[in-house]
Structure formats: C-alpha cells, structure tokens
C-alpha cells in the first residue's frame, strides 16, 4: 500500500551562512539534500585540487576543511577556501568510499587491506585501527560513540569510535558493499543477497530483514546506499528496480522497474518547490529519473548522458548527477527535470556543498564552484583530457 506509514515532510528552513557536510550523503539518514535555496548555476572555477587518482567518492566538508581520499587509499585535508593541502597520506592501497568526519576525527573504511580506522582530522595520524575479515567499501557513519560500517565478509559492524574496539557485530545474509543509513537509532543497509535489514544500534540486533517478511518477494543485489525520509527507506537494486519499504515494519510500500542496473544511492527529500521525491540514475542506461516518493509513479525522468554509478544531489532547487560516459556533471531543475547546466568533468559522486559554494568532484580533480558565469575559457568549452583532469 503506497499510502501506509508514509510521513509528510517537515519544513526545512534554507540554510545561512557555511554549514558542513560530515559524512557521505550528508546526514545519518543519507538524504543528501541541502535546502541552499539561493545557491544555482551558472558557477565558475574558484581553484582546482589536484587528487592525482581516480575520485570515485566525494570528500566531506567540515569548518572549512575538505576531507577525502583517491582510489589508490591517499587520504587528504584541502583548506576550501583556496584549494591548499594540508595534509596528504596513504593509508590503504584501495579504497572506494568516503570518510566520515566527528569531533576532529574522520573515520575510513578500506577495500585494500579490508580495515577500518581512527585518524586524526588536523594532522592525518592514524590513531586505531580495526583489521576486519573482507574488505569494505561501506562508507562510516558515526552515531554518539559508535561507527558503524559494513564489510563484504556479509556483516556489519559497530566499533568504538576512540578506541576502535567491536561493540557488536551482526551476520547479514549476503555480501555488503552500500553504506549504513541511519535514524532513529536504526542502521538500514542492503545487500548483495536482495535483503534490506533493519538493525538496532544499542545491540547490533535484527528490527527486521525485507527477505523475511513473507511477502516471497525478493530484490536482486543491492549496492547502493539507502535513503531514510518520510517514514520510508529507498534503495535501487541491480535488477533495475526501486524499492520502498516501511520504516518501522519493513513492509514493501512499493516498487518501479526503471530498467538498468541501480547502483547509485538515492536522493530522498521535498523542496518548497517540489513534493517528496527520490532522484536516480541507472548504470547501463542514460535516463535519470525523479519519483514520486509516496507512491513510486514517475514524476519525470532526463537525459543524463550516460551511466550513472554514483549518487546525485539535491542543493537547493536543483539536483546534480554525473555520468561515466562522457564524465560530465549535469545539472536538473528539481522540479520538472529541464537541464540547466553542465560541467565538463565529474564521474561518480559529483557535488558537496557548504551552503556557499559547490564543490565538484572529477575524475581526479575537486573544483571549488563560486555562483557566477566563467569569464574566461571555461565549464561551457570542451575542454582537454589534461584540463578535464583525466
């Protein structure tokens, strides 16, 4: 029943002045939606950080500081103010996921070696670290004194955040490669088996698993994160569907076949110009797609380019995706789906904001964006693989 459980929005005030984007997703609930109304394209280039490999995930912002980390495990602090580095260092030697930032510490997860640490945000010291039984890709979240984070040894874990010592861990039926969402003290993630379970976070124990609601329906393998909003959870899964269940029993409220495989995690928020909505992409497809969150139907869908593998966002009235075939950060009016604007980079993960400024991830490079036409050769000129940072 599309209309059981669901929640009407609270109003979001815009948000004044620098705010901060501490983890993938932006909030526990990885929503990943920024009410920065007066913040819209056009943008021009105020600096260009250089990450030297593959940025297949976003950085997080806090304080004025960027925290990231490239394919190849080199984790990094750029000033967002004029682009400086302010420290560099190899931690891993693969890594696809973004850090979480807490209390002047940022948290990793790493594929190579699988392992979980505690570095230091001011200086980039490792402080613990957790080697675990497979490797992760499973963004942290940090929630009170606890990480939590999912392993593909198919479990998911909570460590003491100033320790690094297991709190619990608790076996999922399949293989775990999406990031935790949070809310109300509940970590909802998918897994490579089609099941989204529901785990309480004082125990690690199961609230519910959708695999077993009796329904005999399953999804196909998630990867992507989930998106907590309206008394919902949404995740696309590699069957080229879209699913929404209930928050507190795991029900299946409903879902969409959009074709392609969903690896992207979604967007989930209501905009004072749009109702509740859930943004995707597809991988093997070129459509992105904005449904209504309430009922699945589709409110419109777009031409994004190419494949889309990484997740969208929503920054004031405008949401931004990028794609892997043309390695170009689009940009859609929320509400109808009209594109506004185009960057010519950006692959995976594309945008964080601080409320004043974007800051666009490429395929190796991290563009501040100030609101603003580009004066000279600029983001509206093809520009050379070297420039594009390839």
């Known amino acids: 029943n599309p209309e059981a459980a669901f929640e009407a929005p609270a109003e979001q005030q815009s948000v004044v002045g620098e705010v901060d984007w501490p983890l993938y997703g932006l909030n526990e609930e990885r929503t990943r939606y920024l009410p920065a109304e007066g913040l819209k394209p056009p943008f021009r280039v105020a600096w260009r950080f250089n990450g030297r490999k593959l940025l297949e995930y976003s950085p997080v ?61 001011k200086s980039g010291n490792t402080r613990w670290k957790r080697e675990l039984p497979g490797r992760t890709e499973s963004s942290p979240v940090v929630v009170k004194d606890r990480v939590i984070v999912g392993c593909e040894c198919g479990k998911l874990y909570a460590f003491d955040r100033l320790t690094g010592k297991t709190i619990w861990e608790t076996d999922l039926p399949g293989e775990v490669k999406a990031a935790p969402a949070v809310s109300e003290g509940v970590a909802y993630i998918g897994d490579y088996s089609g099941t989204m379970s529901a785990v309480r976070l004082n125990d690690g124990s199961i609230k519910w698993q959708s695999s077993s609601q009796g329904t005999g329906f399953s999804a196909g393998a998630i990867y992507g994160t989930a998106a907590v909003a309206f008394g919902r959870v949404y995740a696309g899964s590699k069957d080229g569907r879209i699913y929404s269940w209930e928050k507190e029993s795991g029900d299946l409220a409903w879902s969409h076949t959009i074709g392609g495989e969903v690896c992207a995690g979604a967007v989930a928020a209501a905009t004072p110009n749009t109702e509740p909505t859930v943004y995707f992409g597809v991988y093997g497809g070129s459509e992105f797609f904005a449904l209504d969150a309430r009922t699945g139907e589709e409110r419109w869908s777009a031409d994004s380019g190419g494949s889309v593998i990484g997740a969208a966002s929503l920054i004031g009235e405008t949401v931004y995706v990028a794609n892997l075939d043309t390695t170009e950060t689009y940009a859609f009016n929320a509400a ?16 964080i904001s601080d409320g004043k400024r974007l800051y666009l991830t490429g395929y ?27």
């Open 61 to 121: 912002l806090v304080g004025g500081q960027l925290f990231g980390i490239n394919n190849n495990g080199e984790a990094f602090s750029v000033k967002t103010r004029n682009g400086k580095v302010r420290w560099r260092r190899e931690v891993a030697r693969l890594n696809a996921s973004s850090p979480a930032y807490h209390d002047k510490w940022l948290y990793f997860a790493n594929l190579e070696p699988g392992q979980v640490l505690g570095v230091s945000a």
């Open 336 to 351: 109808n789906g009209e594109r506004i604007w185009t960057f010519r980079d950006g692959a995976y993960n594309p945008v």
């Open 364 to 390: 190796k490079q991290i563009y501040a964006l100030k609101p603003g036409s580009e004066k000279k050769k600029g983001t509206g000129k093809k520009k050379s693989g070297e420039e594009r940072g390839k």
